[in-house]
Nanobody
Framework: QVQLVESGGGLVQPGGSLRLSCAASGFTFSTYVMNWYRQVPGKERELVARITRSGGSTNYADSVKGRFTISRDNAKNTVYLQMNSLKPEDTAVYYC?????????WGKGTLVTVSS
């Protein structure tokens, strides 16, 4: 049974930091590109960050470059998103995504709220 379980969301003040985790199970984690997306109600889901299978290459949305860092631990089947210098516009539900040439798995999301 495939599972992607996000954790680490919550309420944080502007300028603060959070670290999201996504624990994967039920598939060969190291063979999947891993992504973090986010979605605000009424808007399309947005790709925030991507990391290759080995972790050797990453890509970021322009809106988070220099503030967010994606990483993965293939031994722990976990992908992370370190979020620094958070802004109110970062408020969203953050989703973990596992992508291969054949299938696309999603977690249920974790809410991040940036507010004073």
């Amino acid at each position: 049974q495939v599972q992607l379980v996000e954790s680490g969301g919550g309420l944080v003040q502007p300028g603060g930091s959070l670290r999201l985790s996504c624990a994967a199970s039920g598939f060969t984690f190291s063979t999947y590109v891993m992504n973090w997306y986010r979605q605000v109600p009424g808007k399309e889901r947005e790709l925030v960050a991507r990391i290759t299978r080995s972790g050797g290459s990453t890509n970021y949305a322009d809106s988070v470059k220099g503030r967010f860092t994606i990483s993965r631990d293939n031994a722990k089947n976990t992908v992370y998103l370190q979020m620094n210098s958070l802004k109110p516009e970062d408020t969203a539900v953050y989703y973990c995504n596992a992508l291969s040439n054949i299938v696309n798995y999603w977690g249920k999301g974790t809410l991040v709220t940036v507010s004073s």
